[in-house]
């Protein structure tokens, strides 16, 4: 599923641009003998790391992120003449959230920066805006008395269909 690198530079860090990738004397030598920390002199961008010996420090599965869910529906019910009826429910919405969703189609990727997670923020893989229910239900005509009012009396027949618009396509 997703995952954040916790080791990489702050916004304000990045504004330093070009000089983040100059040559400084590594303070951490000869502490180091095999890494990205082994030799004499290193990067002002790698020393400014949260944990400057390693390239990415990654956390799978983080329990981070917002969502936000608005929708409405309309409902209309008629029962029509003898034993016929209609139900027909339909929800509109919009679900946007800033995490690493997974659906039926997979995964949308990892996140872009873990200071910034507005970067992420836009349609859920799980929105579905349109959402139909129609049932139709029919009363059979039975005994109206007896014992087999009671067996064979009662039985409806019906008809449940739904309808939905796909999740949105992440590029």
Known sequence: LGSVNINQLTTEQMKLGGALQQSVPNPFYPQ???GIL???TTTRGQLL???PQYNAVT???P???NSTYHGGFIRAE???SGSFWFLAHYTFSKFIDDVES???????GNYMDAYNRHLDKGLSASDV???VVVTLLYELPGPKSGTLKTVLGGWKLGLLETFKSGPPLTV
Not at 102 to 108: A, H, K, L, P
Request: net charge positive; hydrophobic share 20%.
């Open 38 to 40: 082994a030799g004499a």
């Open 102 to 108: 997974t659906s039926e189609y997979g995964t949308t």
């Open 129 to 131: 805006p349109h959402h």
């Open 32 to 34: 180091f003998t095999t």
């Open 49 to 51: 790391r949260p944990y």
């Open 59 to 61: 956390v799978r599965n």
């Open 63 to 65: 329990t981070i992120g």
């Open 78 to 80: 008629k029962r029509m």
